[in-house]
């Protein structure tokens, strides 16, 4: 009989209901309102301070990255006259590929006349003293190429 009074007891023990304490429940809710309300602006700020941050380095890294390729640029730069100076380029073309000054039967001049190149040779030869008449004033300005001549051409 002793273990069934027990038993009984603890069946009554398990339908006890706590009643809610009202007032502990508001406080414990106004509580988490006043912290929600202290956290929330606090979060905000620490956020706003770590992209502050990341944002600075990538830019220190962008303005360093900047400087590199404007000294990249001036070391370019400078390698770029050397390699296209005339003389470099003149020695190369005579020891490297061996080529020479056109003699003067190789060479013909021409006129560039509204983006067309017309031979120079028949207009000096109607007017030996002095360059081609121009057709028109625009003429006057037009540019002389000089082309070496091509074996077969006429003359």
Same mark, same amino acid.
């Given at each position: 009989?002793?273990?069934?009074?027990?038993?009984?007891?603890?069946?009554?023990?398990?339908?006890?209901?706590?009643?809610?304490?009202?007032?502990?429940?508001?406080?414990?809710?106004?509580?988490?309102?006043?912290?929600?309300?202290?956290?929330?602006?606090?979060?905000?700020?620490?956020?706003?301070?770590?992209?502050?941050?990341?944002?600075?380095?990538?830019?220190?890294?962008?303005?360093?990255?900047?400087?590199?390729?404007?000294?990249?640029?001036?070391?370019?730069?400078?390698?770029?006259?050397?390699?296209?100076?005339?003389?470099?380029?003149?020695?190369?073309?005579?020891?490297?590929?061996?080529?020479?000054?056109?003699? *003067?039967?190789?060479?013909?001049?021409?006129?560039?006349?509204? @983006?067309?190149?017309?031979?120079?040779?028949?207009?000096?030869?109607?007017?030996? @003293?002095?360059?081609? *008449? *121009?057709?028109?004033?625009?003429?006057?300005?037009?540019?002389?190429?000089?082309?070496?001549?091509? *074996? @077969?051409?006429?003359?």
């Amino acid at each position: 009989m002793k273990g069934r009074s027990t038993h009984q007891h603890v069946r009554l023990n398990a339908r006890l209901v706590r009643e809610k304490d009202r007032a502990r429940a508001r406080d414990l809710r106004r509580l988490l309102l006043y912290g929600a309300a202290l956290a929330v602006p606090l979060l905000l700020y620490v956020w706003q301070r770590v992209e502050f941050l990341g944002r600075s380095y990538e830019l220190e890294a962008l303005k360093k990255q900047k400087q590199e390729l404007v000294e990249m640029n001036k070391q370019l730069t400078v390698e770029r006259s050397f390699l296209v100076s005339p003389a470099r380029v003149e020695k190369i073309a005579r020891q490297k590929l061996g080529l020479r000054e056109p003699s *003067p039967q190789d060479v013909r001049r021409v006129l560039l006349i509204d @983006g067309r190149v017309d031979e120079i040779g028949g207009a000096v030869a109607a007017n030996p @003293g002095g360059p081609p *008449p *121009p057709a028109n004033r625009f003429l006057a300005a037009a540019a002389l190429l000089v082309h070496p001549r091509v *074996p @077969g051409d006429r003359p």
